[in-house]
């Protein structure tokens, strides 16, 4: 029992960060049909800055973590934003109307990076049993919290803002949209945008949590992310925060019970299992409109 | 107010527009008529920068439209309710209509939701309906409300009456009599319906194979025997 509740907070945790990734993918091929295979890159890149923003802080002296861990959300959140602006003018926008088939961004290869000293540290005993106890660190807690936080936002943000409704409106008919006045490029833009910004903040977390990083954690994260997003159904934003989540619990549980090395082959069997009996994911259903 | 010059449109190789020459004076309703494929929708989607029409000119207010990107059109007073309403589906009827108000000053939305609302009171009853349950005959009425939110000094309507029932035709109809000469919205009507449009417009043209072949006034064309055997057959009554 204890340690079935140690592997249910572990698996949050781990679904936390994928949901994040996930909403990235789910946004963009909501809005111009295409799977942005850059992302998990983004989010490669987001734990890079990570690091060197660590570094850099760290020798200006700058030690006060709260301090430390806002400059590092802020600047990662930055330049990752910048970077999927990029992506999506550079890459993305000469193809659209083109063929739906995007092309695989691969990152350059380089070597691994030392891990860090752990930032956040201590925690607090959840339940104390017989052989086993069951520890919830606080950076689980700050993990868990601010994609909490982050996906009410984003609800909010898509349901009840204009751009929001823009980012809608363009999902559902760009040409339409744009005759009613709705920038649609730039809201293009801002998807990419937004996206990489929560690859970011998914990449500085997961540089706190697991504290080594290196040049290929994008491709598994992005993939384990892309099957989270078609797991809850592609298009679909609490589709993909559940396709997170579940992915995050199958793996933690499948790692503390099985195999640790089949945890990978566990995650994409059962995304098989969920495609074949429902083709459009678990939250994702087919448009039924009427003329 | 919106003349239209020489256009010539093509889609890939296909020739959409072959030289058309249109104007639409202010206050006017002026109705296209003309068989499926002449070239109505297109013209219009012309008008609004999508496709861009390879020659010619769109001379707005005096300006050469041409050119400038679609969202902006909106913003200079031109409003056009597509080909197939193109309502979104998954949002409410308000949400729609906000949407139609992207280029307005958002200060005026709430009189001008109330404007709409009185003109089609069916839509308030459906306000937090998602677009995609409407009926026909509500989804023309959204997509015309949609398109006067942004408070267009001339509208683009395409084939409003298509697929409705004759009652909801009339009132469709009768609407855009009540928005031409109580708010003076011009008014170019693209229709298969000839008659309505034609006994409705102050000028009508027809266009056949991407260029114009008649012009005149709405009576005159009505009562034109080339017209009448051609888009009349069995148009009385409906």
Redesign the interface.
Known sequence: MEYFLQQLINGVTLGAIYGLIAIGYTMVYGIIGMINFAHGEIYMIGAFIAVICFALLGMLGITWIPLVLIIVLLVSMCLTALYGWTVERIAYRPLRGSFRLAPLISAAQGAKIKPLQPMVRGGFEVMRGETFTVNASYLQVIIVLMTVALMAGFTWLIAAT?LG??Q??CE??R??????????DRTISLTFVLGAILAAVAGVMVTLYYGVVDFYIGFLAGLKAFTAAVLGGIGSLPGAMLGGLLIGLIEAFWSAYFSIEYKDVAVFAILVIVLIFRPTGLLGSP????? | MLVIEGVQTFYGAVHALKGVDLKVGTGEIVALIGANGAGKSTLLMTI?G?PKPRYGRILFDGDDIVGI????L??RGLA?A?E?R?I????SVV?NL???A??ADPAHFSSDLERVFGLFPRLKERRDQRG?????GE?QMLAIA?ALM?RPRVLLLDEPSL?LAPLVVKQIFAIIEEINKRDGVTVLLVEQNAFHALRLAHRGYVLVNGQIAMTGTGQDLLANEQIRSAYLEGGHGR
Not at chain 1, 287 to 291: C, T
């Open positions: 204009p409704r823009a809608r409106a559902q008919d040409v339409m949209a744009s005759l009613l006045g709705v920038h649609t448009d039924v409109e009427k003329v | 609004c999508n990107p679609t969202h902006l909106v913003r056009h597509p197939g193109r979104f589906p998954r949002m949400e906000r949407l139609g992207v280029a995609g349950t409407l009926s026909g989804q949609r942004s697929g």
